[in-house]
């Protein structure tokens, strides 16, 4: 599944490195020279801009995955805990 | 909570100028709740304490799974760690963030625990695991040699419309995720967690765990790879006709 267009694609990055740099891409960590290469290579290839854009969605939906709210199994314990502590420290602000 | 800060940051952002960084925005508005919440937390608000406890419990029981043999472990590991914060809370000096700091406090005690347990050994190989090797990817994507070098030999296949909504709108699709999160090994899933499932930033995660930015960005990109792969699977499984 070889990209199908004529030319290998003029860049100063390649496919494979743009793939390892996407997430720190995704996270503007990168320095500006290299952002501006990763952008322009994106801007003309087909499957690297695919793949930071599902990369992009993997860091989107792990952050709104549905998540099992937990609480401690002795949670009543850590409360009384707190509130004694509190009144151990009447100052403390 | 990523929505409460997006929602925040866009009424900022007319302030925001200089700055291109999101992770800048959201950091200087959590801030303030923070310094609120530590506040309360110190005139003894019970309520701040289980907002606290709240925030961060899940998260705090999911990572300490990555050091110590069980869930049970792991729940005394954080109780303890509550505990300790408790304890510490009136000589905490806002350093670092009260995230950062009871954070530190639980790997510190899954790892000991972890120790006691002589998981040892186990530890120092998952500790040793090579952060400088660049095989986030599988370079038999790439062309190795000629003038196509560097360049995709199967380029990934677009997922059509595939939005972070419509993921999750599939059961099937959540668990994919899910299990795919759960078999990392503990340095990927301990900057998973807390940069996107927690939406911590990328210097605090570093400090937390201890890591140089690089060192965060390789194992952040790793485990988001595989949980692409993950997505991969499932949407390839459910169409079978490509
Ligand atoms: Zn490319």
């Known amino acids: ?93 | 909570m990523n929505v409460e800060i997006s929602g925040v940051t866009e009424s900022m952002s007319h302030r925001m100028v200089a700055s291109r960084k999101p992770e800048l925005n959201s950091s200087a508005t959590v801030a303030n709740g923070k310094v609120a919440l530590l506040a309360r937390l110190r005139q003894g608000d019970e309520r701040a304490f289980d907002e606290l406890v709240t925030r961060h419990h899940s998260a705090l029981i999911r990572m300490a799974m990555g050091y110590v043999a069980d869930r049970e472990v792991a729940e005394e590991v954080v109780q303890d760690t509550w505990m300790v914060v408790i304890e510490g809370l009136g000589r905490f000096e806002g350093r670092s963030s009260l995230r950062t700091w009871i954070f530190g406090i639980m790997i510190h005690k899954a790892k000991d625990r972890g120790v006691r347990e002589k998981r040892h050994t186990t530890f120092s190989s998952f500790e040793s695991a090579d952060d400088d090797g660049d095989d986030a990817t599988d370079p038999s994507w790439f062309h190795q040699s000629g003038e196509w070098a560097g360049h995709w030999a199967f380029p990934p296949q677009p997922w059509d419309d595939q939005t972070p909504e419509k993921l999750l709108a599939s059961q099937q699709a959540i668990t994919a995720m899910n299990r795919a999160i759960e078999a990392l090994p503990r340095t990927l899933k301990d900057v998973l967690i807390l940069r996107d499932v927690e939406g911590v930033e990328a210097k605090e995660v570093c400090n937390i765990l201890k890591i140089t930015e690089t060192n965060l960005y390789v194992r952040l990109h790793r485990a988001r790879e595989r949980v692409r792969q993950a997505v991969e699977a499932y949407l390839v499984g459910r169409k079978p006709t490509m």
């Open chain 1, 1 to 93: 599944m070889a990209q199908e267009e004529g030319q290998p694609i003029f860049s100063e990055v390649t496919c494979q490195e743009i793939a390892q740099w996407a997430s720190a891409y995704l996270d503007e960590h990168v320095e500006d020279e290299r952002k501006r290469h990763i952008a322009l290579h994106l801007a003309i290839c087909a499957g690297c801009e695919t793949y930071v854009k599902q990369i992009a969605t993997v860091r989107d939906v792990v952050g709104i995955l549905p998540k099992a709210i937990e609480q401690p199994s002795d949670s009543q314990r850590l409360r009384q805990a707190f509130v004694a502590r509190a009144r151990r420290l009447p100052a403390s602000r």
